[in-house]
Every structure is written in structure tokens, then in C-alpha cells.
């Protein structure tokens, strides 16, 4: 993933547009899936690469739906703060396991095996997330998870 670091990131982020932006494009994958997206806007910008944002929050946003439940919903909030702009997707899914954590941040790193078939994807989306959260001067980390669903956070600096 070295080759993201060659990839300028001198533009006005708006995340609010990004978000909208990002949810124009799921929206038919949220319907087919039975999931209902929110957007709660918060008026954060900051410097950074376009491109790579919108990857990262689509990344994330992707898998909230992808691992929701039939009549679940999917809510994302965007805030900004004096050193960062914070994205954060709560879903309604199937949750992580606390020992998981941190090791679906890593390249090729599958919760269940037998489900990644079924499901798609190489096991790059969250370890990307993470890349373009940390060239951004963020993190990208769960801040929860249960049965009930699970709470990923992206921060983002050069506020």
C-alpha cells in the first residue's frame, strides 16, 4: 500500500459532500440489502486527498450494510473539532468480536473464513482504511461492537 503515499493530498475535503456523495452511490445496495442509511452532517473540512477519503469512507460504509441485517439501518456522523474531522458508522449488523478489534485492520485478515466466499472481497478494505486514515494524519478504529451492531470510528487531521 506504499503507493498511496504517492498520491497528493492537497485538496478541500469536504466531508459532508463526500458522504453524500458516498451514499448516492449505495443507496441501491443499501435498498437490495433491506438497510436504511442516515447522514447526521457536521460541517467538517480539512486538507487531504479526495480520492483516497472517499475510498476509505465507502470501505467502511460498505461493510456496514454488507453485514446488517434485514431492516437494519446504517448512521453516519460527521464532526470536526480544533485537530480533526471524525467520521463515524454505526450499524445495526452482526457485530466484531473485542478480540477482533484490531486484527481487521490488517492485510487479508477474515473474521470468518467460511463467510468470505459468500460475501466477496480479498480482505484489503479495512487495512486500506487504515492506510488512508494514518497518511491523513488519523486512525481508523472500532469503537464498539455487540450483537447489536458495531461503531467504527475514522479521524482525519490537517484540519
Known sequence: MTELQSIERSDSVS????????????????????VILHLYRGNARFTGSNLLVY???????ENAI?????????????????????????????????????????????????RSHAVGGAGLGLALVREIAQQHGGTAQVLN?????????????GV
Open 66 to 114: 454488507k453485514y446488517n441485517v434485514p431492516g437494519g439501518s446504517v448512521s453516519i456522523h460527521i464532526k470536526q473539532d480544533s485537530s480533526f474531522a471524525t467520521v463515524t458508522i454505526e450499524d445495526t449488523g452482526i457485530g466484531v468480536s473485542e478480540t477482533d478489534y484490531e486484527k481487521i485492520f490488517e492485510p487479508f485478515y477474515r473474521i470468518d473464513k467460511s
Open 145 to 157: 461492537s455487540s450483537l447489536n451492531g458495531t461503531k467504527i470510528q475514522i479521524t482525519f487531521g
Open 15 to 34: 466531508l459532508d459532500e463526500l458522504v453524500e456523495e458516498i451514499i448516492c452511490d449505495l443507496t441501491d445496495f443499501a435498498l437490495e440489502k433491506n
Open 55 to 61: 475510498r476509505a469512507i465507502y470501505n467502511l460504509v
